[in-house]
């Protein structure tokens, strides 16, 4: 299984993202993937999730209302789309997926296969 993901960079703070996550070696149709993201000095932190049976969807709390995921099984890919970014969303964004299990879930540690990260820094 390869996850790469991509769309990071440089924004000025309310701008947007969108970053990608392509999968290969498994069908999204039946895995569970999720973002995670890691700022400078600070442990990762799940994002959001996205199911694959009926694409239902979790977010960090403080993140609802600014990112949004989705999912294009068409071409195994997940994205995270990000608006009104802040300083404080800097960080390397990571996406994983779950093997075994359908339930959305932000603990990194129930995943099985992950991204080499993207870069996002929001700065002005």
């Known amino acids: 299984v390869q996850l790469q993901a991509s769309g990071g960079g440089l924004v000025q703070p309310e701008g947007s993202l969108r970053l990608s996550c392509a999968v290969s070696?498994?069908?999204?149709?039946?895995?569970?993937l999720a973002w995670f993201r890691q700022a400078p000095g600070k442990g990762r932190e799940g994002v959001s999730c996205?199911?694959?049976?009926?694409?239902?969807?979790l977010y960090k709390d403080t993140l609802k209302g600014r990112f949004t995921i989705s999912k294009d099984n068409s071409k195994n890919t997940v994205h995270l789309q990000m608006n009104s970014l802040k300083p404080e969303d800097t960080a390397v964004y990571f996406c994983?997926?779950?093997?075994?299990?359908?339930?959305?879930?932000?603990?990194?540690?129930?995943?099985?296969?992950w991204g080499q990260g993207t870069q996002v820094t929001v700065s002005s």
């Open positions: 994983a997926v779950k093997i075994i299990g359908l339930s959305c879930s932000l603990y990194d540690f129930e995943f099985d296969a």
């Open positions: 996205i199911e694959s049976d009926d694409g239902s969807t």
């Open positions: 070696g498994l069908t999204l149709d039946y895995h569970m």
